[in-house]
T-cell receptor, first 114, second 113 residues
Framework: AQSVAQPEDQVNVAEGNPLTVKCTYS??????LFWYVQYPNRGLQFLLK??????LVKGSYGFEAEFNKSQTSFHLKKPSALVSDSALYFC????????????FGAGTTVTVRA | DAGVTQSPTHLIKTRGQQVTLRCSPK?????VSWYQQALGQGPQFIFQ???????QRGNFPDRFSGHQFPNYSSELNVNALLLGDSALYLC????????????FGPGTRLLVL
């Protein structure tokens, strides 16, 4: 079985400040980890992924995430948040050893105030 | 290059009816997955199609069925609709037999009255 936990329902930051969205995962095989963003009444937009290699992954729109195997975490970060980053963020995991499905967390709503 | 497209965008049905949702994958993709996103929740995996076969299925009843066509497009069918089937239905496509990143369409919002 695989699962994702996003411990914060909401994250509020001021524009220009660093943004962090937390994610921890559980998977029996190799973790393939993903971050998606969802704007109101829209589908999910891919931001970045970790499959293997460097633990720090860089993605779209200045976002990055750090894979930490010992803490089973994959936190999303952005050094300087923009008002346009306000959206719903989902972390997802796939068991790369023997599975095709993505398992998603419940999502974190990010609000960036001007 | 068109991304993943879904139709219709919105749909209203009554309990007991049947519905068909459609998905066209991103160009070059051969695998289609379907997810259900209830209000305030993360997407839940329904099933995945590859080579016109259902390859993996999530924890959904047999009322949910699908199909993949030779051009890789896909349909999701839900029979005997329940109020609890009201949700955003997302289609995702991927390449390399599903091993690559899944890219999502805009979704179909289904309301069951």
């Amino acid at each position: 079985a695989q699962s994702v936990a996003q411990p914060e329902d909401q994250v509020n930051v001021a524009e220009g400040n660093p943004l962090t969205v937390k994610c921890t995962y559980s998977v029996s095989g190799n973790p393939y980890l993903f971050w998606y963003v969802q704007y109101p009444n829209r589908g999910l937009q891919f931001l970045l992924k970790y499959i293997t290699g460097d633990n720090l992954v860089k993605g779209s729109y200045g976002f990055e995430a750090e894979f930490n195997k010992s803490q089973t975490s994959f936190h999303l970060k952005k050094p300087s948040a923009l008002v346009s980053d306000s959206a719903l963020y989902f972390c997802a995991v796939r068991d790369g050893s023997n599975d095709y499905k993505l398992s998603f967390g419940a999502g974190t709503t990010v609000t960036v105030r001007a | 290059d068109a991304g993943v497209t879904q139709s219709p965008t919105h749909l209203i049905k009554t309990r007991g009816q049947q519905v068909t949702l459609r998905c066209s994958p991103k160009s070059g993709h051969d695998t289609v997955s379907w997810y259900q996103q209830a209000l305030g929740q993360g997407p839940q995996f329904i099933f995945q199609y590859y080579e016109e076969e259902e390859r993996q299925r999530g924890n959904f009843p047999d009322r949910f069925s699908g199909h993949q066509f030779p051009n890789y497009s896909s349909e999701l069918n839900v029979n005997a609709l329940l109020l609890g089937d009201s949700a955003l239905y997302l289609c995702a496509s991927s390449s390399l037999a599903g091993l690559e990143t899944q890219y999502f369409g805009p979704g179909t919002r289904l309301l069951v009255l």
